[in-house]
């Protein structure tokens, strides 16, 4: 078991941003913490993380 | 009615970004909503707690899978609290924690015990993310697990962990957080190894880092004091989860569930969080509250409709109104005539 810091950006998607986040990160692993930390209009989310690999 | 309160951890909140400083905002919003779950980061204060029946005390990770109905919560009497110790932490630094656990259990009467030492010293490291977000890691995550584990069979029903952090008593960083204007370093690697545990163990778990004391500093913020009081940070953690809900895979009728919960409050410019998130989706009211920090993530930004508040006294305004069935736009002026929509 290995925590992975991780640095995404995301293009927003319509509709709810909770499984659009969460299905990036589970590319990666299982999401340990996590939380957008910047929006670049018009829709690019930055997030942060950390997943279990 | 059920309230969710978050003020996110290592993301320099004005209100909340230092030792439990957002205390009082939670008492207030308890007595405004009748029942307030929030996180150890609202409700530390080192040295310093406060114990109220209307607030529950309830894990980073746990809330967010309470505010995704994944779980529920249970109020308890009464926790039994596992110790959970670093190999990492020198043997007179150990004693002061076990000295305030026995404390705890001969002040307080909390019942605190077994403890266990991990078999390795997990080696937390303390990081930023691009941000500026205090974030952190753990370089053995599973010494952590066995550990938890092993006070878990031995009847423990919530965790404290106490681990060795890196000492930095020269730094900038803690020079400024220690003088009311920078972030929590620690936070985010707390956060981290509280959440591993009770996600895995599925136990209230909450931490608290050890370090060893620091010289005195006459410009101390009155916000980061409670820290600076004793020798460790413990005291606030044994309290908080000496009461702290079950967590519940399959809740019943008389769980607390998200879908009596009423409404979030959470920082205006820290809305993309997954307790949040989660709510906005489910229709919940979110409060936004103007409470600076690192952040922009705004309502705007994320294109979610909120309530503001421009503080927390008015939030616990904006939540008395809910809960008494008034709606929070007919306190206001001007207030819209109705029309009749066109057909």
């Known amino acids: 078991m290995r925590l992975v810091p991780l640095l995404l950006q995301l293009e927003r998607q319509a509709g709810p941003l909770r499984p659009q986040v969460l299905a990036a990160l589970a590319a990666h692993g299982r999401p340990l913490r996590w939380a957008i930390t910047a929006v670049q209009p018009p829709g690019r989310l930055q997030i942060e993380a950390v997943v279990l690999a | 009615m059920p309230t969710l309160l978050v003020v996110p951890t290592g993301i320099g909140c004005t209100i909340g970004g230092y030792a439990g400083d957002a205390l009082p905002a939670a008492r207030l919003l308890a007595a405004a909503s009748g029942c307030l779950i929030t996180h150890p980061n609202v409700m530390n204060g080192a040295a310093l707690y406060w114990s109220d029946p209307r607030i529950h005390y309830v894990e980073g990770s746990s809330l967010d899978r309470f505010a995704a109905a994944e ?5 308890v009497r009464r926790q039994r609290i596992g110790l959970l110790l670093d190999a990492g932490i020198e043997a007179e630094l150990r004693a002061r924690h076990l000295q305030v656990a026995d404390g705890c259990r001969a002040t307080l009467g909390l019942d605190i015990g077994p403890v266990e030492v991990t078999d390795a010293p997990l080696d937390v490291r303390l990081s930023l993310g691009a941000s500026g977000v205090s974030w952190g890691e753990l370089g053995r995550p599973e010494a952590l697990l066995r550990a938890g584990r092993r006070l878990q069979a031995a009847g423990a029903t919530a965790i404290a962990v106490v681990a060795r952090f890196p000492d930095d008593p020269d730094s900038e960083a803690l020079a400024a957080y220690r003088q009311g204007s920078g972030v929590d370093a620690l936070a985010g690697a707390e956060a981290v190894i509280s959440h591993l545990l009770s996600l895995e163990l599925g136990l209230p778990c909450a931490h608290a880092p050890a370090l060893s004391p620091l010289p005195l500093d006459p410009r101390l913020d009155p916000r980061a004091a409670g820290e600076e009081l004793g020798y460790t940070f413990l005291a606030c953690v044994l309290v908080g989860l ?16 998200v879908g009596s919960v009423g409404a979030i409050v959470a920082p205006a410019a820290a809305l993309g969080g997954a307790a949040v998130l989660a709510c906005a989706e489910r229709g ?31 939030a616990a305004g904006l939540l008395l109104a809910l809960r008494e069935g008034i709606n929070p736009a007919a306190l206001r002026r001007p207030l819209a005539a109705l029309q009749v929509q066109a057909p």
């Open chain 2, 71 to 75: 779980i529920g919560l249970r109020p």
């Open chain 2, 284 to 314: 919940i009211p979110v409060i936004a509250v103007d409470n600076p920090c690192l952040l922009a993530v705004s309502a705007a930004a994320l294109e979610l409709e909120v309530m503001p508040a421009s503080s927390y006294s008015e």
């Open chain 2, 242 to 257: 000496s009461r702290a809900p079950d967590l519940i895979a399959g809740p019943s009728a008389a769980d607390l569930s």
